[in-house]
């Protein structure tokens, strides 16, 4: 069955900086663009960054340019997130999400999220 599993969050101060990690299994990962969403309190699911699978060409939210980068090893089947400069607002629980990019509407799972709080 397919895991993400995504770790590394934690409380970080502002102007701090954290790196999420997500590690795939049960599927063949070149067949999928990772991505990261996150959902923070009251609000609804965003998109942070995606890489693709073929190209890894990335894509970021425009709150994470600048700051977050996404990269992926296909030889460890991970996804990481590097985040800097990191603001109170994003607080929020961070997924790691896998979209089968072999068809449009492919198949997509999620992880079971990691929480990120950027506090004094």
């Known amino acids: 069955q397919v895991q993400l599993v995504e770790s590394g969050g934690g409380l970080v101060q502002p102007g701090g900086s954290l790196r999420l990690s997500c590690s795939a299994s049960?599927?063949?990962?070149?067949?999928?663009?990772m991505g990261w969403f996150r959902q923070g309190p009251g609000g609804e699911r965003e998109l942070v960054a995606t890489?693709?699978?073929?190209?890894?060409?990335?894509n970021y939210a425009d709150f994470a340019k600048g700051r977050f980068t996404i990269w992926r090893d296909d030889v460890e089947r991970k996804v990481d997130l590097q985040m800097s400069n990191l603001k109170p607002q994003d607080t929020a629980v961070y997924y790691c999400?896998?979209?089968?990019?072999?068809?449009?509407?492919?198949?997509?799972?999620w992880g079971q999220g990691t929480q990120v709080t950027v506090s004094p």
């Open positions: 999400q896998a979209r089968d990019s072999r068809a449009i509407g492919g198949v997509v799972y």
């Open positions: 890489i693709d699978d073929f190209t890894h060409k990335t």
């Open positions: 049960g599927l063949t990962f070149t067949d999928y663009q």
